[in-house]
């Protein structure tokens, strides 16, 4: 890099001597040092290895001369070049803020024109308007002097939508007076027009000129008048609507109540005035949408509510005077209060009026939400523009206007006595069901259970058919308070008196039973439990009642189901809010719940046969096998072959038993029971067993008994009992077993896919229950 | 319905005469709004909101009640499956204070004795209006043997105390009875003779 620097004139090697020390790695100095002749002799060498570099370097940079001349020559060349091209680009420059100049100059006066474009027009605009405002004037006076209502209002409108600047303006001209004077006269029209339409609509009304009312109705908006207009089209509306109303009411208070639809007749008055004024909105409503613009029919329909609300309340009146509403209602009040009231009143006198409110209501609900329906669809056309803000205003408006209408009001107040009223008829209907229990031979079931359910349908159908989803949703708590206490109460109760056994226990029971059922009776007054039955009768209600509780259990699930396709139906027609589904579903999975409730009372019911009628009686039968002995030799075994000393006679005790539940009890039921005692027979068996002792053919004897027994349950149960079995079945191969080390072939490794339900202590313990196994090759088992 | 993701769901039923707070303070417990203005409620409402206490996810679902009388039919009805209620007042009310032992009377009529009972003064934040002073509603409660907490729905003050100690209340009482539940199921397939008082009128 040094040497490709070093400046090119100065001659090459000449004069190395003095400067070589910045080129040379020797310095003179050193190399007038050395002495040595191979020193010496490596410094030439050195030297000149470096002079040969330099040499190198010296002639590429000669090499470069030519090349550095001939573009030297160049440049000079193009000096003169240079010079032209300024004065050009010097020149260009002017041009281009010249022309810079120019086009500003130029937009300038285009947006001098525009402005002058703009104003143009708007002179013409004026002209026109200020034109259109004399035409009004003069066509207002002709209008209204031929009665052409409908020109005249539309010219006020014209004048109307006019700029009031351009009024101003038109006054501050030269012709100010006249167009001052002609503007008073238009004002004066407008007073005038204003209080001709608004006379003649009265007159029309009055007359109930539906043409002439639609006429004039239709001016209004022209002059700026809307609320007017409707509120005064609303007032004719209403008369119509107050009028049929009152012919209706009279047409009731005159009905024979032996009329077909006398029951119902306050609802039916109800629909009609419904439907008469959805007949209204329905026919009037392409008017105010045309004429009044969409968005108007909430005002219109506020005004109709306040006549329907002064009607319902008189249809309500005289509903509550002549069914005696509130009357029946204190009574029920009353006769819930006091429990066993001489004066209550009977549940069957409330069905119709219950019927009639949920009716009542049903129209009401329906009514509402067809004109929500048509509200929301109105407005909806109306703001489609509109901000979040005024949308919500007017959803706002609604909810006020149908939350707080009179009507919903009343109808709120009818439902809250009717549910009191329902629950009430609910539930004295069941105790009448439950005191009018009947049992049929050959039914499994008896009638109360049947009979409840239908009532507790019945009221949950009635409260449904009410399409409110908050007095449905109370009927569902209801009817699952009902089921899951009162209802619960009555077979729990029965299931306590519990299940007559036969044997010594025949007499102590007895005695509990009668004092369980005097105390209950004692408790629960309404409910007649006949007295003290005798055993068969005991035996069978106790069966009855298990199969009752199953019935109910499944009973409710059915019901669950059956309301929840139901209120689907009603609220895909657009019933209740958006709270409605949720209020259902938990109200449901409530009353889903009491299902388990009566799964569990099954549960012990069938615990408590088991504990009481079952287990007495296996038990003396399981323990006959302890006087049977099984440590035998080949003489006694042959003879237990041909008389069975205790498996076939168990076997028979045990179908003999059964009978009797397998008639009394459903299937499932039943098999439930068997299972139970399968249970039993197996824990059962185990025990006797662990307390006798085992010859080799005893334990074969034993291995053949068990079989038996398996095989005769596996028919009696589609449960698999062969777990049950396990314990007992792995008892009976070791007490088969040749010698104890024998059990090692299926012990441990050698277990193959059986799975051993016995601790190596228990089976040590089976082991040793045969006499012939020595306890010391026992306990050297490695287990 | 089993596999959702709880360990424990309380029904929470809010009682209290009409416009002493009861849908703002639902609001502002499971939504975290005041909304001024709030109309009078129409029958029942109800809201869920799930908490998490000690890492146990707690679901409640709040049913908040109409006070108007006409309503009150309907609301009764959801009183017996309510495991917790809040009776709501509204401290610069003379009128909703007074009413208190009607409601008692309701909820003696018509709740499981087993439910626990709040009593709440609601709108603290209008303190100069107060008609109830703090100690007759504690002397009340305590005469009552009920919880008491004095709440501002508008400032949040106290909303999410009332909730979240009331589930924790709701989980301690849930887990005594489970285990007073063990204790009397007898054991399976020992033929235990059953003792059907301590069974019933389990929910």
Known sequence: ?783 | MSMEDYDFLFKIVLIGNAGVGKTCLVRRFTQGLFPPGQGATIGVDFMIKTVEINGEKVKLQIWDTAGQERFRSITQSYYRSANALILTYDITCEESFRCLPEWLREIEQYASNKVITVLVGNKIDLADKREVSQQRAAEFSEAQDMYYLETSAKESDNVEKLFLDLACRLISEARQNTLVNNVASPLPGEGKSISYLTCCNFN
């Open chain 1, 1 to 783: 890099m040094a040497a490709a620097a070093a400046p090119g004139p100065r001659a090459p090697g000449g004069d190395g001597g003095g400067s070589s020390s910045a080129s040379s790695s020797l310095s003179m100095e050193r190399i007038q040092s050395l002495t040595d002749l191979s020193d010496l002799e490596a410094a030439y060498g050195r030297l000149c290895e470096e002079e040969k570099v330099v040499q190198g370097e010296l002639d590429a940079l000669l090499e470069q001369q030519s090349t550095i001349e001939n573009k030297m020559v160049a440049l000079h060349r193009m000096g003169p070049n240079l010079q032209l091209i300024e004065g050009d680009a010097q020149q260009l420059a002017g041009m281009i803020t010249f022309t810079c100049n120019l086009a500003e100059n130029v937009s300038s006066k285009v947006r001098q024109l525009d402005l002058a474009k703009n104003r143009l027009y708007q002179a013409i605009q004026r002209a026109d308007d200020i034109l259109d405002l004399k035409f009004c004037m003069d066509g207002v006076q002709t209008a209204l002097r031929n009665e052409d209502y409908e020109q005249a209002a539309a010219h006020i409108h014209r004048y109307l939508s006019l700029d009031k600047s351009v009024i101003e303006l038109s006054r501050q001209g030269k012709e100010g007076g006249i167009i001052d004077a002609n503007l008073k006269l238009l004002q004066e029209a407008e007073q005038r027009l204003k209080t001709i339409v608004t006379e003649k609509f009265d007159m029309a009304m009055k007359q109930g000129d539906l043409p002439q009312v639609e006429r004039f109705f239709k001016i209004f908006p022209l002059l700026g008048l809307h609320e007017e207009g409707l509120s005064k089209f609303s007032e004719y509306l209403c008369k119509q609507v107050a009028s049929k109303a009152e012919e209706n009411l009279l047409l009731v208070m005159g009905t024979d109540m032996s009329d077909r639809r006398a029951a119902v007749i306050f609802a039916d008055t109800l629909t009609l005035l419904f439907e008469g004024i959805a007949r209204i909105v329905e026919t009037h409503q392409p008017i105010v949408e045309t004429y009044y613009g969409p968005g108007r029919l909430y005002t219109l329909i506020k005004h109709l509510q306040v006549e329907c609300d002064r009607q319902v309340e008189k249809v309500v009146d005289n509903f509550i005077k002549q069914r005696d509403y509130h009357r029946q209602f204190q009574q029920v009040q009353n006769s819930m209060m006091r429990s066993s009231s001489a004066e209550k009143i009977e549940p069957r006198e409330l069905d119709p009026i219950l019927t009639e409110v949920t009716l009542m209501n049903a129209r009401s609900e329906l009514y509402l939400r067809f004109i929500k329906r048509r509200i929301i669809s109105d407005f909806e056309v109306g703001d489609s523009m509109a901000s979040e803000e005024v949308k919500q205003e007017h959803q706002k408006y609604l909810d006020k206007l149908l939350n707080n209408c009179l009507l919903s009001r009343t109808m709120q107040e009818l439902i809250g006595y009717y549910i009191t009223m329902e629950e009430y008829f609910m539930r004295e209907t069941v105790n009448k069901a439950v005191a009018m229990d009947s049992y049929e031979k050959g039914q499994l079931t008896s009638s109360m259970v049947d009979d409840v359910f239908y009532i507790v349908k019945k009221c949950i159908g009635r409260a449904l058919s009410s399409s409110s989803i908050d007095c449905l949703c109370a009927m569902i708590n209801h009817s699952t308070t009902e089921l899951e206490s009162d209802f619960r109460e009555v077979l729990y109760n029965k299931l306590k008196q519990g299940f007559p056994a036969t044997t010594f226990q025949d007499f102590q029971r007895g005695v509990t039973s009668a004092v369980s059922i005097m105390h209950s009776s004692l408790q629960q007054g309404k409910f007649d439990t006949k007295g003290i039955e005798s055993t068969d009768e005991a035996k069978q209600s106790f069966l009855v009642t298990l199969n009752n509780v199953e019935v109910c259990s499944e009973n409710i699930m059915t019901l669950k189901k059956t309301l929840e396709s139901d209120c689907t139906k009603l609220l895909s027609q657009g019933f209740g809010g958006e709270q409605a589904q949720a209020k259902i579903d938990s109200c449901l999975s409530d009353m889903a719940a009491v299902s388990n409730k009566f799964r569990d009372l099954l549960q012990e019911g069938l615990n408590e046969l088991n504990s009481t009628a079952i287990k007495p009686q296996v038990k003396p039968w399981i323990n006959l096998f302890l006087s049977v002995s099984h440590n035998i030799e080949e003489e006694e075994f042959s003879d237990y072959e041909a008389n069975d000393p205790w498996v076939q006679q168990f076997i028979v005790n045990l179908e003999q038993q059964m009978t009797e539940f397998k008639v009394g009890l459903s299937p499932v039921i039943y098999d439930t029971l068997t299972g139970l005692m399968t249970s039993l027979i197996a824990i059962e068996l185990e025990k006797v067993l662990l307390k006798s002792t085992f010859s080799r053919l005893g334990g074969l004897q034993f291995d053949k008994e068990l079989r038996s027994l398996i095989a005769y349950l596996t028919t009696v149960t589609t449960w698999t009992i062969r777990d049950k079995f396990a314990r007992l079945s792995q008892m009976a191969t070791i007490l088969n077993l040749e010698r104890v080390t024998e059990i090692l072939d299926y012990w441990g490794p050698n277990s193959g896919p059986l799975t051993w339900r016995l601790t190596p202590a228990e089976v040590r313990q089976v082991l040793a229950l045969r006499i012939d196994f020595r306890s010391e090759d026992i306990k050297r088992l490695r287990l």
